[in-house]
């Protein structure tokens, strides 16, 4: 069985593309996805790319994560977007999946508004990936199938 990764972004995250490219790039979530695709066949995993406006649904995705049954995975990489800043929830719900979480921003966070410098993510990051666009979630990726072995 190929090792499985799941791959969460969060609100606005469905709106690259369309709005803000000197922030966020012309790439739309199609795009960045089907690049995840691409170097997870590479790479021999799987890939499954979820996005979601709502916290409760991204909550919902890391519990079953954990398993068992037929969502589980091996590792998370998540861009929680602003949910990044203010939810203790999706934190918990990491921190009780016990699994490998690679955080993503597109954006340098450190760069921008003070209220973006923290994430609530990274307490239960093995690594944060921020300021390199769509290719942040393609190294996220492999970091992800190197640890999954
Ligand atoms: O840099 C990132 O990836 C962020 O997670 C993106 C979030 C932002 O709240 C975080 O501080 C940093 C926002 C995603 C919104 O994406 C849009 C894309 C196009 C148009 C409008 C919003």
Redesign the pocket.
């Known amino acids: 069985m190929p090792k499985k990764i799941l791959v969460l972004n969060?609100?606005?995250?469905?709106?690259?593309?369309?709005?803000?490219?000197s922030?966020?790039g012309h790439k739309t979530l199609a795009d960045v996805n089907a690049a995840i695709q691409a170097r997870a066949a590479e790479l021999g995993v799987e890939a499954d790319c979820r996005q979601s406006n709502s916290e409760g649904e991204l909550v919902t995705w890391i519990q079953q994560a954990r398993g068992p049954g037929p969502e589980a995975a091996d590792a998370i990489i998540i861009?929680?977007?602003?949910?990044?800043?203010t939810s203790v929830a999706i934190l918990d719900a990491l921190r009780a999946a016990e699994l490998p979480v690679y955080e993503?921003?597109?954006?340098?966070?450190y760069q921008?508004?003070s209220?973006?410098h923290h994430?609530y993510i990274s307490a239960a990051a093995v690594a944060v990936i921020?300021?390199l666009g769509p290719d942040?979630y393609l190294y996220a990726l492999t970091a992800a199938a190197k640890a999954a072995g």
């Not at 969060?10 to 490219?21: A, F, K, T, V, Y």
């Not at 861009?79 to 800043?85: K, M, R």
């Not at 993503?104 to 966070?109: G, P, R």
């Open positions: 969060g609100p606005n995250l469905n709106m690259l593309g369309s709005r803000e490219p922030v966020y861009n929680a977007g602003a949910y990044s800043h993503v921003h597109l954006s340098n966070i921008r508004e209220f973006r994430s921020c300021g942040g």
